[in-house]
């Protein structure tokens, strides 16, 4: 998507050979505009996938989810990263270790929002080691859905996430692959060529 | 707004005299094209008041926020309960105590998205003892912006934090106001007629 790599080398801040920084427009501050060009483009990718439902997690995924719900006119459930006192123990749970914050998190959906003839799109602002996507897959696999594919906004091509998941059979449709970050220079991946 | 009452009603569920749980639209499944119209609603309210930038906070705020966002064509920032490795201590920061969880979080924004020029709305999904947008204004003040109003979903008029911010002098712009929930039954605060 030319709109959002445009945007990366723009606004994007590489921190060092593998942090990125997108927080113009994504993961602090968002751009609307740019959300709803996201969910169209996921939703054109995936629209003959007879999806159901979006499954995100808090808080980044839900802006670009939101918008892709809008477009394929589908409810999105984000997982919860704490339990909340108003959430009982009607859960579907996973741990999520991250790599950026060092920590493991247990992350959770409702059973009452996922069910098992739900066609799923996992989606996220970000793939890099996949341990969030994974989480993902873990809780769509609990609740007995079909998992159709997983939506990614800016994918870190250089990180094993995207690998993994491909190896898996999982149809992976990234927005944006970032293949190196060296010397402070942003480049994708070019998309193939028809 | 008729509609997200009529989704009140039929979805949301009482808890208590006091828990309203409204996970299936809102706080933890999301309904993308409800969040429009709550956008559309929101930016009719303000589409006259200059609006430059919408601060909320995660993660419920996110997507009513992004809706509102794209209709004034104005970019979004969400403010973080926890600091992130990657943001520094570049940042505008207040304490929100939630009744809830019944623990205090920092709320914090990066100095690079609010600006002395800025004109803010303020919003979140729900209104009930104001410690959120107590919070969020505090950082709005720090950054020395314009605050315009404060938008919310749901109010729950029976707690003090409309009243609080009202007393202040503060425009409160509340999609639905919740007058009571006894007996499991919502009753809705009814609009002035003119």
Redesign the interface.
Known sequence: MELLKNKIIEEGKV?SDT?L?V???LN??????L??QVGEEFANKFKSAGITKILTI??SG??P???T??EL??????A?KRK????TDHLYSAEVYSF???TSNEIS??K??LHEDDIVLVMDDFLANGQAALGLLEIAKQAKTTVIGVGIVIEKGFQFGGKQLRDKGIRVESLAIVESMSDGKVTFKEEARI
């Open positions: 921190l942090v920084k927080d113009s427009f602090h501050q968002v751009d609307p505009k959300m709803k808090e808080s839900i802006a989810a939101t918008m719900g809008l006119d589908v409810p999105v459930v984000f919860r909340s006192l108003t959430l950026t914050k060092k959906v409702s009452d929002f």
